[in-house]
């Protein structure tokens, strides 16, 4: 019987020793060369880039402080933009009753899912400031032993609309003396695409009003109602306030004026 060796052996008659000059070898290498390349595989297209939809938090004075006494520093999804920082004041509109009713309710609503143990202080929180600047509104709801709610947001969508905020309440808190003023909010933070500072707390009794001379937006005037003040302005003027302290005129309530220092304690 014939093995299977023998007839494969027998399929290649090529020599144990192949000549790579000789002419079997070059007619293989003709052979291969004249052959059509198969076509290449397509490519794959590359994947598109995964667009990242990026939430931007701040954490400047205003958002530690508020860490530290238990606070939290809420900023929603970016939905405005610089059209309705255009429309800021440098002094608020005034403010009907039932306006600044409906401005502290929507921030009392919008804090009511992020209290993280407020919810009983929030609830019971009265409305101190409530103002209009341009297309933005800012709330500042104030309750017992120095808690306080801030909302600051923009209005210029029906739906949707960004604000940031404040929630929480200094330990130890003590009521300002008649001249002076106890901060709850001083820093920077970013909503609608932009940046912002703010400024707010509690003034003693004798304290009817309040001006910040800022270096970009002139004399911006703050709200004072209720014993409390409020104040914003575009821009990141006061990211380090905790630090170095914010000046502002005060006006008494004999007419007289003088100027406090607003930083944290």
């Known amino acids: 019987m014939t093995s299977t060796d023998t007839i494969l052996r027998s399929l290649d008659p090529a020599a144990a020793d192949v000549d790579p000059h000789g002419p079997r070898a070059r007619a293989d290498l003709a052979r291969i060369l004249a052959a059509p390349a198969a076509p290449a595989s397509p490519a794959a297209a590359p994947a598109p880039p995964r667009r990242r939809r990026v939430r931007r938090l701040v954490l400047t004075a205003a958002a530690v402080a508020a860490a530290a006494v238990g606070a939290s520093v809420l900023v929603p999804s970016l939905t405005g933009g610089d059209r309705a920082f255009a429309t800021w004041t440098a002094t608020p509109s005034a403010v009907s009753a039932g306006a600044s009713e409906e401005i502290a309710d929507a921030c009392r609503d919008a804090q009511r899912d992020g209290a993280g143990g407020f919810e009983a202080d929030l609830a019971a929180a009265t409305a101190a400031v409530a103002e ?117 005129t005060v006006t008494y309530a004999d007419g007289t004026t003088g100027t406090l220092t607003l930083r944290f304690g």
Not at 225 to 243: I, M, Q, R
């Open 132 to 248: 209009r600047r341009g297309d933005w509104s800012l709330a500042l709801l104030a309750g017992d032993d120095g808690f306080s709610a801030l909302c600051i947001t923009d209005e210029s969508t029906p739906l949707f609309r960004d604000w940031i905020g404040m929630i929480g309440g200094p330990g130890g808190y003590t009521a300002p003396e008649p001249r002076s003023a106890f901060v709850w909010t001083l820093g920077t933070g970013t909503v609608g695409g932009g940046e912002l500072s703010v400024a707010a707390g509690a003034v003693g009794s004798d304290v009817t009003g309040m001006t910040y001379d800022s270096a970009e937006h002139g004399v911006v005037t703050a709200t004072v109602a209720a014993g409390h003040f409020a104040f914003w302005l575009p821009g990141d003027e006061l990211e380090n306030a905790s630090g170095d302290g914010v000046p502002v």
